[in-house]
């Protein structure tokens, strides 16, 4: 059974920056895996934020965060960060960690069976 955790979340002044990390771990290959981060803000769906093809390295990013986010994988340590700059109040929601084991990079989260419990990011502006 896979199991994320996230951790790394917390409140910023708009401009700062926040890395997100998520530990992977369960007894699987994720060399195999897909993982992504997704994010949800009150009252809005989950929409997908950045994903990593863990074996090869191929990313994707949401047309919001471009530029400004950037998903990044530590084999050794079975985990995955995502390095958040130039936060905006917009930014402000719950990011989760999810992973799906496929070569196929995926913005849906319904493609993700393994979730986060998420954690709280907060934009002041």
């Known amino acids: 059974q896979v199991q994320l955790v996230e951790s790394g979340g917390g409140l910023v002044q708009a401009g700062g920056s926040l890395r997100l990390s998520c530990a992977a771990s369960g007894g699987a290959t994720f060399s195999r895996y897909v993982m992504g981060w997704f994010r949800q803000a009150p009252g809005k769906e989950r929409e997908f934020v950045a994903a990593i093809r863990w074996s090869g390295g191929s990313t994707a990013y949401a047309d919001s965060v471009k530029g400004r986010f950037t998903i990044s994988r530590d084999n050794a340590k079975n985990t995955v960060a995502l390095q958040m700059n130039s936060l905006k109040p917009e930014d402000t929601a719950v990011y989760y960690c999810?992973?799906?084991?496929?070569?196929?990079?995926?913005?849906?989260?319904?493609?993700?069976?393994?979730w986060g419990q998420g954690t709280q990011v907060t934009v002041s502006s």
């Open positions: 999810a992973a799906s084991r496929t070569v196929i990079v995926s913005a849906t989260p319904g493609r993700y069976p393994y």
